[in-house]
């Protein structure tokens, strides 16, 4: 069965608006989960490392700003996308890293007007 | 920055046919993955190859990792349409971070 899960799968909102996307890991514990972002017909690119109580590492290039995260639970990493806007339209992929081994999610299919 | 091109970037191909996917990097990685994406899903491991000449093999799916542990290719033998996906590398940092390839769409035609 899956191992880590996000909600919600798909979005959809207006621009300027703030979107709260979750990623879970499922009867396991994650120190570490990683936020993936997925534009169409490309590769995923790392946004940001979540550590479990401490703050996230983000990659060159990627605003900490408009893209907060939140790792306030061994199992549970938040990712929010702040003042939307329709070039923030892609599909977000968060991973757990879980006894060593890095399970992804399901992704959200985020799409602002 | 750390780049992985893999190539080619698209391959439709028969049922049936036999198929060469490549990833090659400007760095040295601790270890590589390969992975396979449906569209509207995460990525799903395959392989990960960990020693600079390994091969690996997966069914009809033959990895190998290149001496200096900068490139690897990705062998299908007798395609199915079921192998249809996008095929990614990865390369692995010690802190887990992923660094993925540009990614190779695969269609296999019934």
């Known amino acids: 069965g899956a191992v880590v899960s996000q909600h919600p799968s798909r979005v959809i909102c207006k621009s300027g608006t703030s979107v709260k996307i979750e990623c879970r890991s499922l009867?396991?514990?994650?120190?570490?989960m990683f936020w993936y972002r997925q534009f169409p017909k490309q590769s995923l690119m790392l946004m940001a490392t979540?550590?479990?109580?401490?703050?996230?590492?983000?990659e060159q290039g990627v605003e900490k700003d408009k893209f907060l995260i939140n790792h306030a639970s061994l199992t549970l990493s938040t990712l929010t996308v702040t003042s939307a806007h329709p070039e923030d339209s892609s599909f977000y992929i968060c991973?757990?890293?879980?006894?060593?081994?890095?399970?992804f999610g399901p992704g959200t299919r985020l799409t602002v007007l | 920055t750390q780049l992985l091109e893999q190539s080619p970037q698209f391959l439709s191909i028969q049922e049936g046919e036999n198929l060469t996917v490549y990833c090659n990097s400007s760095?040295?990685?601790?270890?590589l993955q390969w992975y396979r994406q449906e569209p509207g899903e995460g990525p799903v491991l395959l392989v990960t190859v960990v020693t600079g000449g390994e091969v690996k093999k997966l069914k009809r799916l033959t990895f190998q990792f290149g001496d200096a542990r900068k490139d690897s290719s990705l062998h299908i033998t007798a395609a199915q349409p079921g192998d249809t996906g996008l095929y990614l590398c990865?390369?692995?940092?010690?802190?887990?971070?992923?660094?993925f390839g540009s990614g190779t769409r695969l269609l296999v035609r019934p």
């Open positions: 760095s040295v990685f601790s270890s």
């Open positions: 991973s757990a890293i879980i006894s060593n081994e890095q399970f």
């Open positions: 990865a390369g692995v940092h010690s802190s887990y971070k992923l660094i």
């Open positions: 009867d396991f514990q994650a120190t570490t």
């Open positions: 979540s550590n479990e109580g401490s703050k996230a590492t983000y």
